[in-house]
């Protein structure tokens, strides 16, 4: 009624670009003023951007930037600050006894997400991510109740310290079955296969190559794997008496084991990772399930 | 570079200033009572105090990001039933459909924090610089010394009470004493500054200086609201049927113009044709009143209009005048479109709760109750003990030295008691399996106060059982709060060798 509102488009004489389609012609209007002030704004910021970060491509590299900034730079300093933030409970998980951990609520949880941590970068390239391991590689299964050189988590410990066969540490675990190949006639090997498959209390596939072979089980192997093919952890002998085979328990693959032997080995850990991250992760595998509790 | 003639026009409308007048009366003082309201429960909730037991915040209302929590009194919600939050936002958005269908933008004028904030910055403005005709005096006078202690002055106010608002704010979110003490201490988390900061500039900025600009070309609800008002909503209107034409009374001329003598008129000494004039004006004496309380800059006599908030102010100007004049209330008052159409036809006004009570408001009131007593439904049966179970597929079996076959489950259980609880891990299912919970000797654990636990679950099948051979045999894993009796269970599947 009485407002008026000023509306420049009443004005007819507003100047167009020139360009007309269909008879429609484009107003060439002026760029707000926010928005060209913001493009300026863009445009210095821009510069001054160019001048603090890394920006302009040199003949080698990139200009560094005033401010000395790097991504890799933030990375570095995010992860010390990580590790400061974890040095105290880093300091108890490794000034308790292992076998406490599992008392401290905190310090356990912590422990097992550590090791789970840990295990995915270093250990799940042969165990797995789900610790399954690999039968037909020889990557024993951390998950279940079987293990080569005990499941205390001590001893857990002491393996992914020192490693199994490996030059690299002096004090890895150490064992070496007799290439039987060499030894015993193919015939024997046969017979023993035979009897070591009926160990863990399956029918025999040929009963009379089983009991032939037993003379030469005891004679050969009761040693370390025990007279009831029980093993001994101490020696790194598998139990051969149990539903778990290393490398399989069919006799084909039980003949070339016998044959040929089995040398499976794992590198030492203690130079490459922290004293917390082996307690962590030693912690983690002896609670995947089967780790053993000592009375 | 260009002409005076091929100048285009701009197309920047600078902002007038408005300085709208004190005003009484029955709208301002409801406008009173509900900025008290509103600003009392934003800046006292905060400082509350809600005993939860020795665990948990005691602060009533409190959003905890940092462990993910939301305590609100007796109610605590944990991130997995955020669809409280998300129902309460559906209320609160029918809600505003409901109150604009039948009140118009009642939120705008009454309750909007830029309407409440901006009135206490106005209020502010005249305390220190006087009313209307004086700010416009001091708006157009140069820069004296007085003009600087007053503007100073009121920008010190406004801060104040805009680093009050943006300090406030941050205390929803952590323990309000302890964050008070640090904020002054300056050992509050940065987070916290920032947000003083960035809430401050907002509420100074916003309340201060734009005001109106915010709901005219900022707030994006008044587009939205044209679509949810119509010929019924009640809403702020000019009756220029009574008003019009407007124009400037004579004193007795009202009077004058119910006589119909001459002989009197001419004892009233007023000339014939000023008489004539007199008995053709409408009841609105073109005061502008109602113009200049107007927070929004608008006259109210042009009808509805985008930038009406319909904060009734001008009514509460106009009835003070009509009374002054003897003249009846109501020339700007609450009405609608139809009631505007009855009036122009002499027909009686349709009675208000007809207009309230009509099938779109019914329609919106029963929605916003459907999902108010869903929420409260939900709220009552929601259990305080969950579990979640994620069968470990990594691998799906693993067979154990004696050929006993056993699964992993990761079960996630859920505590929301303030205490810790000894929660019982058992299982049902038509196969004879065996259960052990990772670190328990008799399948009890114990779940921390207020958390969730991750809880590594074995099931076991013998050797050779039916359960250890067959693909999948069907399980049910129950968790049980051995103080409170409570149960909760789920449902998984227990995997066998498949032979």
Same mark, same amino acid.
């Given at each position: 009624m009485s407002k008026t509102h000023k509306d420049p488009h009443d004005k007819q004489d507003v100047q167009t670009t020139g360009h007309s389609w269909d008879g429609i012609e484009e107003y060439d209007n002026p760029m707000p003023r926010w928005w060209l002030y913001t493009f300026y704004a863009t445009i210095v910021w821009g510069i001054g951007y160019t001048i603090a970060f890394p920006a302009w491509p040199m003949i080698s590299g990139a200009t560094s930037g005033l401010l000395g900034f790097s991504t890799r730079g933030d990375l570095v300093a995010d992860l010390e600050r990580a590790q400061a933030a974890n040095a105290e409970i880093n300091e108890r998980l490794v000034s308790v006894a292992l076998t406490e951990i599992p008392d401290d609520p905190d310090l356990n949880q912590y422990a097992v997400n550590k090791g789970a941590a840990v295990y995915r970068t270093f +250990?799940?390239? +042969?165990?797995g991510s789900g610790a399954a391991g690999v039968q037909a590689a020889g990557y024993p299964n951390l998950l279940d109740d079987d293990w080569l050189w005990g499941g205390t988590v001590e001893e857990i410990h002491y393996t992914i310290s020192h490693g199994i066969r490996n030059e690299d540490d002096i004090d890895a675990r150490y064992s070496e079955m007799p290439v039987y190949g060499e030894i015993l006639s193919d015939e024997e090997i046969e017979q023993v296969a035979h009897y070591a498959y009926t160990l863990n209390g399956r029918d025999p596939l040929d009963a009379d190559m089983a009991a032939a072979g037993e003379e030469t089980f005891l004679y050969e192997c009761a040693a370390c794997h025990m007279e009831d093919g029980s093993g001994n952890s101490d020696l790194g002998a598998p139990a051969l008496n149990d539903a778990i085979w290393l490398y399989g328990g069919d006799y084909e693959t039980i003949v070339e084991t016998v044959t040929y032997s089995r040398y499976g080995v794992m590198p030492p850990w203690q130079n490459r990772l922290t004293e917390a991250d082996i307690a962590a992760v030693a912690t983690y595998v002896h609670q995947l399930g089967g780790g053993v509790t000592e009375e | 570079m260009s002409t005076s003639e091929d100048t285009p026009p701009s197309l920047y409308a600078a902002r007038e200033p408005i300085f709208p007048k004190r005003v009484s009366g029955r709208f301002r003082n409801l406008k009173w009572a509900i900025m008290v309201v509103t600003l009392g429960i934003y800046y006292v909730t905060p400082w509350l105090r809600w005993d939860r037991g020795p665990q948990l915040p005691d602060q009533a209302v409190l959003v905890d990001l940092a462990n993910r929590r939301f305590f609100f009194f007796w109610i605590e919600i944990w991130p997995h039933e955020f669809y409280f939050v998300a129902g309460l936002l559906i209320m609160a958005g029918i809600g505003l459909f409901l109150f604009t269908s039948a009140l118009g933008r009642v939120w705008c004028g009454y309750t909007c924090p830029q309407t409440v904030w901006t009135d206490l910055f106005i209020l502010v403005e005249r305390w220190i610089e006087g009313d209307r005709n004086a700010r416009i005096r001091l708006l157009r006078q140069k820069w004296d010394a007085r003009k600087v202690r007053l503007r100073v002055t009121k920008w010190i106010t406004w801060m104040l009470i805009a680093v009050a608002t943006g300090g406030a704010w941050v205390f929803y979110f952590s323990d309000a004493p302890t964050l008070f003490v640090d904020l002054f201490t300056l050992n509050a988390h940065a987070a916290a500054y920032t947000t003083v900061a960035l809430l401050t500039a907002t509420t100074f900025v916003f309340g201060g200086l734009m005001r109106e600009q915010v709901c005219i070309y900022a707030c994006p609800w008044p587009r939205i609201q044209a679509a949810m008002m119509d010929e019924d909503t009640i809403t702020v209107a000019y009756r220029d049927w009574r008003g019009e034409p407007r124009g400037k009374h004579r004193k007795g001329a009202a009077r004058a113009a119910a006589t119909t003598h001459a002989a009197d008129k001419t004892a009233f000494a007023m000339p014939e044709d000023e008489v004539q004039t007199q008995q053709q004006?409408?009841?609105?004496?073109?005061?502008n009143a109602c113009v200049n309380v107007c927070p929004m800059g608008i006259d109210i006599r042009d009808g509805?209009?985008?930038?009406?908030?319909?904060?009734a102010l001008c009514i509460d100007a106009c009835d003070e005048v009509m009374d002054k004049i003897g003249k009846p209330r109501g020339l700007i008052g609450y009405m609608a479109l139809t009631d505007e159409e009855h009036e122009r036809s002499g027909q009686p006004r349709i009675p208000v709760w007809k207009h309230i009570f009509r099938a779109r408001t019914i329609m919106y009131t029963a929605l916003w109750a459907a999902v108010g007593v869903g929420l409260v439904v939900a709220l009552f049966i929601r259990p305080d003990l969950s579990i979640t179970v994620a069968p470990v597929r990594n691998p799906v079996y693993v067979t154990m030295s004696d050929g006993t076959i056993r699964n992993t489950y990761d079960v996630r259980l859920r505590n929301k008691y303030g205490e810790d609880r000894p929660y019982a891990i058992s299982i049902t299912s038509p196969a004879a399996l065996v259960v052990e919970a990772e670190g328990s000797e008799d399948g009890t654990v114990i779940v921390p106060a207020d958390s969730t636990k991750l809880q590594r679950v074995y099931v076991m099948a013998p050797p050779d059982s039916p359960a250890a051979s067959r693909a999948v045999t069907d399980l049910t894993i129950w968790v049980q709060d051995t103080v409170s009796n409570e149960r909760a269970s789920k449902d998984t599947v227990f995997n066998g060798r498949a032979e």
């Open positions: +250990c799940s390239q +042969c165990h | 004006l409408g009841d609105c004496i073109d005061c509805q209009q985008l930038e009406c908030i319909t904060c």
